[in-house]
């Protein structure tokens, strides 16, 4: 999404084929729709004093516990959007390397853990819309020569030894820790070898 407010995604073209396109900032989603209208969360966050992104951060844990929610999305949805996910996938891996203006050889995709089950210590998303379209575009990446970075072994390690999460209290963004992690990982692959040589000293962990 640009400053703009405008976003880059894929609709099917008249070919059938997906083309990318520049649409206005997407209509909020059902459960973003959902607290806003609450009288609920108004009230506790205007007379409790509660943050309403704390709030909305809890009800989102709660739904992916209950496993509605994996991967910060709904973990069904219908054959359709799967469909579309599928085709775009397959697409904008096709178009990566003429939109960078570089060969596959020297993009790095890194791809975010599912945090869920990290720290549940099994795999939630498994069977998941959430799975099934990360594992589509992992694949995807290193059949078209791009080396893909999953960090999900990277945080499930680093849980496992320290018990520490990789978000802030109140969203689902990296925290320092996470970006630390990343970056180490990120300094040992492949492509940032080759362009800037081994890479001696690492991020340390926080």
């Given at each position: 999404v640009n400053q703009q407010g405008h976003m880059w995604c894929f609709e099917e073209g008249v070919t059938g084929e997906p083309q990318l396109v520049v649409r206005s900032a997407p209509q909020r989603s059902f459960l973003r729709r959902t607290l806003s209208q609450s009288a609920l969360l108004r009230y506790l966050a205007f007379n409790a004093?509660?943050?309403?992104?704390?709030?909305?951060?809890?009800?989102?844990?709660?739904?992916?516990?209950?496993?509605?929610?994996?991967?910060?999305?709904?973990?069904?949805?219908?054959?359709?959007?799967?469909?579309?996910?599928?085709?775009?996938?397959?697409?904008?891996?096709r178009m990566l390397p003429s939109a960078t203006g570089l060969p596959p050889e020297r993009i790095l995709l890194v791809v975010d853990a599912i945090r869920e089950d990290v720290y549940a210590g099994e795999s939630l998303a498994k069977g998941t819309f959430a799975g099934r379209m990360r594992d589509l575009f992992m694949d995807e990446g290193r059949k078209s020569g791009i080396e893909v970075l999953d960090l999900q072994p990277v945080f499930a390690k680093d849980f496992a030894h320290h018990g520490q999460e990789f978000e802030f209290e109140t969203d689902r963004h990296w925290n320092r820790l996470a970006h630390s992690l990343a970056a180490s990982a990120i300094a040992t692959s492949t492509v940032i070898k080759a362009a800037f040589g081994t890479i001696v000293e690492l991020p340390k962990r926080p």
């Open positions: 004093g509660l943050d309403p992104a704390y709030l909305k951060a809890r009800l989102i844990t709660s739904l992916a516990a209950e496993n509605q929610f994996v991967g910060n999305v709904p973990a069904k949805v219908s054959e359709e959007r799967e469909y579309a996910a599928r085709d775009s996938i397959v697409a904008f891996m």
